[in-house]
Each structure stands twice: as structure tokens, then as C-alpha cells.
């Protein structure tokens, strides 16, 4: 008798686990947030439904997406529903402030769909064999715990493996959190060999997992060439490296045919070498006629937006352009990686709005709270920004563990506990609540300077 796939899988590894009947049964969660905010800003479970991508067909998979807002009770309530471009805000509940955060005068609240209908649904969806769980900022760890609790108390059983960004970047911390199985990194070698399963490495993310879906998400490299002493990723992915373009094809036909509408990409150096890898991309995207809204949540590297590449990029769907300029001090960017000057700030938005892109749409990012304010001259960064006519954002700094950075905030917070990489906490314990607040309502004025547009 000819045995079932699946097991012939498993011996092609040299592993058979203990699964009796069928295909095995595996549960992807994409877990709540527990946080002072949070909003859908194209959010997915995208290092989960990727894992899950290279197992098709030797398992059934079932999600559980808190954070999905076309599940029908997020669909059911009016302020709950996405702009154009597919973002919008989180069901939320106020909880107690964890007590190493009790200073931050901010409401701590927990995001996403209430907590009974992940346990409703682990008893109606009877056993499962593995729950492989997304872990994405260190901060948010707390939502995991709650995870691994509910799955413990109603499936004893089953085998809980976790995956994701807190994992990589905090195991020693994640190792207590009561999981199975921990994956650190991009490496997956270590899975499959827990698991005893060869994988389809050609094999684009698992988005049929979800039953409806309008957004979602690319990744078309990984890892970055620089070395900004505030990031994880140059020591995550040890440099840059493209992703097999058939793939992505695969993943953007398979995205087109399920109506999705608005794209976001996750690479964090999408415009590096992109003669190899973002020019092919997009021309194919323009010769299949695929009619998508791409946007670049994770922030695009104004030095390589020339004119050729701005025009490809506003042909092919680009809709929202975000640029991570961090500051205008030429002393600041050189002390932490030199990623990107204020003049190629300026040469990028000059080549995007000849290319026809709305200024409204395009917004530059600058850290707030990073260690070396006292020369990241951060107003007149703002007041630079501002005077290019584009929007100017200021995202919170997170410390990182493992990165110079981060390392160099041990003076101020205990760094080995992850609540206190806390975006909205780190710059209040820097700067007190009070400067944080004029620097956040100084960039608020600026943007309302600003013509009216109706994109950002
Ligand atoms: C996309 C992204 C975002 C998105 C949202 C992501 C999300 N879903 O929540 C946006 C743009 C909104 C965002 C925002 C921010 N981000 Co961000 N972001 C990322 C990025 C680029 C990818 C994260 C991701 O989805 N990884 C998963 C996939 C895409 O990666 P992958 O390599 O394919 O994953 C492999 C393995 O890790 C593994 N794997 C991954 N997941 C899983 C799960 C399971 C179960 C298994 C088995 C395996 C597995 O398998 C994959 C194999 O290919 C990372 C950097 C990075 N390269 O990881 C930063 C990163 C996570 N962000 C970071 C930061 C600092 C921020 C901000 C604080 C910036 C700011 N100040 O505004 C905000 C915070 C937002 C908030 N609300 O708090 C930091 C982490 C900070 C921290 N303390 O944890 C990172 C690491 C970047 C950095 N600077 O070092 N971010
Ligand atoms: S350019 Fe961006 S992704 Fe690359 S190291 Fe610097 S901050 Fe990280």
C-alpha cells in the first residue's frame, strides 16, 4: 500500500514523528498586542504565514488572527474601518499598566479581538498537533504569554513553537515563557529538523489561510547593507541577500487573484540593488497588467531613489512613500551608520514629485528619544523636512538589545526586560513627558502647515 504524502516526507528527512492519522494538524496565531497604542499600519503575521507557506500540503492549517480586522466583529464596528489604503485601528480594552511602566502617564490597553474567542475556538476546533506562534515587537511579549496559557489550559497537548522578532532578539527572556520549540533568526534549519519534514523552500506565504483578506504583504530581500548602531538587522541577516524573484511572482499572482488590493512591503533595504531585484519586480508587475496599491511602511533609503526608479515605482502602484531620514545632523548620521544625508532627502522628493507622486504621500520618518539627541539637532530636522513640503513622522525609539545602541541605554533602563523597549516609554524615561510632548505636538503643527492632501 502506497503510503500518505506526508509520511514519505517525513522519511525523506530521516524523522517520523508520532502522527497518527492523517495530516497533522497546525494552528497559526498571530497574537493580540498589549501596548499604550497600536494600529493596524499593514500589519501581518508575515515571518507565520511563510513558515506555514513552506509546509503546504503536508499539513492542515487553521489561523487565528487577533489582529485581523475583517474578522466580522471588527468588521461590525464603524471605527474600526480602514482608510483607501487599507490601515485602521484595533478593537481595544484598558488594562492595568504592567508596574515597571506604572511612570508612563499614557493608558495601557490590550489590542485586538477579546481574549474568549480564542478560547471559544480552541474548544470548538477540536486538537491540534503544533501552534506555531508570531512573536513581532520585544515589547509585546505579555500577548504572548497569554497565548501559551490559553493553549496550555485547553490543548495540554499540543506542541507550542514560537517564531518572530522577540524570539530572535530576546530567547533567553522567551526560553520562560513555557513554549515547545523556539526559532531564532532566519534560520529554519533547526525546525524541520524538529519537526522531521523537508519544506517547499519555492513556496510563496500562506495567505489562503486567511478567508477574506484586502492587504497584504511582500518581502522581496532580506537583510541590509548597512550598519545603523540602532538596528537589529545588520546583526540579524548578516548583510544583504535577494529573494528568488519566481517566488515572489508566484506570492504577487496568488495575492492578485484573491482581489487584494493595498501591498505592503517589509524589506528593509527594498531600493538596494533594485536593477536585481525591485526594477524586475515591478516592470513584471506592469507587463501582467496586476493593478495593486504598494506602500513602504518599512522605510525606504532616500539615497538610492533616482529618477528612473521614482517614475518606475509611481507606475507600478506605489501610493505611500515613507523615507527613514532619523535626522538632518550630518554629525549624528555618521556616529550611527551614515545610512542617508539630508541632501538625498531632498534629491528623492524632488525625483518622486517629478514622477507624479502627491507630496501628501510621502513622509519621512525621524527618531525620537534616540540617545544621541543632544546632537541629532531633531527641530531643525523637522523644520528641513517640513520645508520639502512632505510630512514629517516621528517614530519613538525603541533600544535594542545586541545593538550599540541599545547596549548604550543600560544606563537608563533595565534592558534585559523587554517592556521597557517600550517605542512609547523609552523617549518619556529620555526626556521626561514634557519635552516629548512639545517635540510631538511641534511636528503636529508642521504637518498642518502643510497643503491639505488627502493620502498620507
Ligand atoms: C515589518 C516591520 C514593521 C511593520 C509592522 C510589523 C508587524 N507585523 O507588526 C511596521 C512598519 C508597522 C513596523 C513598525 C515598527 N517597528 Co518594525 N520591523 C518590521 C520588520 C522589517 C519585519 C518584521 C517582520 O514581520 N518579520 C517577519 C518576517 C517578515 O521576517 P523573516 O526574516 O522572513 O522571518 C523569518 C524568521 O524570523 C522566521 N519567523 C518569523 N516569524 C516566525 C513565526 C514562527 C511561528 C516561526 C516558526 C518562524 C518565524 O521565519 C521567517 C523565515 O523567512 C523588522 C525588521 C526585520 N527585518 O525583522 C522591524 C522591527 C521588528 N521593527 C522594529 C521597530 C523598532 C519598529 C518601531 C518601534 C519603529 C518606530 N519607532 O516606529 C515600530 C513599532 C510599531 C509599534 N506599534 O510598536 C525593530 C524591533 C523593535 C523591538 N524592540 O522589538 C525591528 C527588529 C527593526 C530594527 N530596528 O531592528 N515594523
Ligand atoms: S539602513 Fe535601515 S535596515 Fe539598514 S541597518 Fe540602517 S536602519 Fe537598519
Known sequence: MRKPDHLIDFLAVGKVRTIKHGRPKILLVNPPIYDFAAYDFWIKPYGLLSVAGYLRGKAQFKLFDYLDRLHPFAVAQKQLASDRWGRGRFYCQQIPSPSTLANIPRYFRRFGLPRAFFKNYLAEEGTFDFVFVQTMMTYWYQAVLEV???????????????????????????????????????????????????????????????????????????GCPFRCTYCSVPSVYSGFRSRPLERSFSELELLAKRDVRNIAFYDDALLYDAEKVLVPFLEEVLKRNIRVNFHSPNALNARFMTKQLADLMVRAGFKTFYLGFESGSPQWQRRTGAKVFADELAT?????????????????????????????????????????GIRGMLADFSPIPGTPDGEYCRRWVDMDEPLMHNKTAFPIFLLGFDETNQLKDLQRKLNRLLPKGNVH
Open 348 to 388: 528623492a522628493v524632488k525625483h518622486l514629485k517629478a514622477a507624479g507622486a502627491q507630496l501628501a504621500s510621502i513622509t519621512a520618518y525621524q527618531i525620537l528619544g534616540h540617545p544621541h539627541i543632544g546632537i541629532q539637532e531633531l527641530e531643525a530636522s523637522m523644520r528641513f523636512v517640513n520645508s520639502l
Open 148 to 222: 501559551i496559557q490559553d493553549i496550555r489550559q485547553a490543548r495540554p497537548q499540543a506542541k507550542i513553537i514560537l517564531g518572530g522578532n522577540y524570539v530572535t532578539l530576546c530567547s533567553g527572556h522567551a526560553e520562560k515563557l513555557g513554549a515547545d520549540f523556539l526559532v531564532q533568526g532566519a534560520n529554519l534549519g533547526p525546525l524541520w529538523e524538529y519537526l522531521g519534514w523537508a519544506p517547499h523552500q519555492d513556496q510563496p506565504a500562506l495567505w489562503q489561510a486567511y478567508d477574506k483578506l484586502d492587504v497584504a504583504v511582500i518581502k522581496l530581500s532580506d
